[in-house]
Each structure stands twice: as C-alpha cells, then as structure tokens.
C-alpha cells in the first residue's frame, strides 16, 4: 500500500496570514493526488484534484503543487472558515490511500 | 447537480452484518467511467477507503477488509449497496459514499454514523 504522510499534524495560524500543508507519498504517485476539506460533523470536501487544479467553486487563496511523492496545499490570507482538517488522496494505486490529516487551527 | 446520501442503521451488534445504501443523483452508473465509493472514519481518525464499484461492474476491495465485504448496484435504482460482515466493535465509523465521476472523490454523502455493539 502506499502510506501518505502528512505534515505536520497540527498548524497553529493567523487568520490573515499563509498555511502550508505537506503530503508525502512512500512511492510515486505522479499526479493522481487530491486534496479535501473536512470540517466538525461534515463530510469531505473536494479542494484540489490532479495535485493543483482546483475543484468548482473553490476560493482562489487555495493553491497546490507537487508530483511524484511531495505535494502541497497552499493557503494565503485565511480565513475564519478555512480553518478544518485536511486530508490528501492518492487515487494512483490500488488500494487507495488517504494521509492521517492535518489540523489547521487558529 | 450530483447529490449522494448514504442510508442504513445506525447501531449495530457485533458479528452482525451490515448494510448500507448509498443513493444518489445527478449521475448514471450506466455511464463510461464512472464509479462509486465508500470510505468510513472512525472517531477523531483519518478516512479510510472500502470499496470501489464502476459502471461496468468492476469492484475493487480495501485488501484488509476484501473478505468482509460485498458492493452492488442497482442503475435502474441509481442505488450502491454495501454490505461488511461480521462487524465489530472496531468498525465504529461514520460510513461516506461518494461519487468518482472522474478519479477523485467529489461529491460525498453526508456520512452515516454506525455503531456497533458487544
């Protein structure tokens, strides 16, 4: 399997300022990687698929970037709703594989 | 608009089987490429993929959990069944569906919280 590892488990910011938020795949998987919102008692929801393009609706502050096994979810200027957990995806290989999280918090 | 909701019982007995339905909308499981998935998360932890189903009927299975689990369609019904068996306390989850109109997983349900008993 491929374990995606995401770093780090928790990022304290400002509201107004950048997050940056790391996801490392064990192996490659080129750009088959998505990233997801999720907050308290919400489901997922898609921000980012094929490592940077950004899903419909999705504010342009959200950036990514990455291939292979080092990606990165961007986030300038944040916003008070934008603090929730995020998880990557890996849709590469089979079994599909998501990181552990990370905790965005004020 | 794509919609999904999942559906099935919210408290389970432990060895019991469980069943959920996702349903859903805005799709066709009739058309090229396009699949349906479950993904659960226990409490306070990180998501965790189950099953795949394609509109060719393709299934693929989460290798730890392959021989606990079943995944159906029913296109006339614009329905995915999920079936786990022998459930255990450990499989307290809230259980998503989601469409894979592409590869990535968008939309999702809302979730169905199960749990199971001893």
């Known amino acids: 399997d491929i374990v995606m590892t995401q770093s780090p488990a928790t990022l304290s910011v400002s509201p107004g300022e950048r997050a940056t938020l790391s996801c490392r795949a064990s192996q490659s998987v080129g750009s088959n990687l998505a990233w997801y919102q999720q907050k308290p008692g919400q489901a997922p929801r898609l921000l980012i698929y094929a490592a940077s393009s950004r899903s419909t609706l999705i504010p342009a502050r959200f950036s990514a970037s990455g291939s292979g096994t080092e990606f990165t979810l961007t986030i300038t200027s944040l916003q008070s709703e934008d603090f929730a957990l995020y998880f990557c995806?890996?849709?590469?290989?089979?079994?599909?594989?998501f990181g552990q999280g990370t905790k965005l918090e004020i | 608009q794509i919609t999904v909701k999942e559906s099935g019982p919210m408290l389970v007995q432990a060895t019991q089987t469980l069943t959920l339905t996702c349903t859903f909308s805005g799709f066709s499981l009739n058309t090229d490429g396009v699949a349906v998935a479950w993904i659960r998360q226990p409490p306070g932890k990180a998501l965790e993929w189950l099953a795949h189903i394609y509109w060719d009927d393709d299934k693929r299975y989460s290798p730890s959990l392959k021989d606990r689990l079943t995944i159906t369609k029913d296109t006339s019904k614009n329905e995915v069944v999920l079936r786990m068996t022998n459930m255990d306390p450990m499989d307290t989850a809230t259980y998503f569906c989601?469409?894979?109109?592409?590869?990535?997983?968008?939309?999702w349900g809302p979730g169905t919280l199960v749990t199971v008993s001893s």
């Open positions: 995806h890996q849709y590469s290989n089979w079994p599909q594989t």
């Open positions: 989601a469409a894979a109109i592409s590869f990535w997983f968008d939309p």
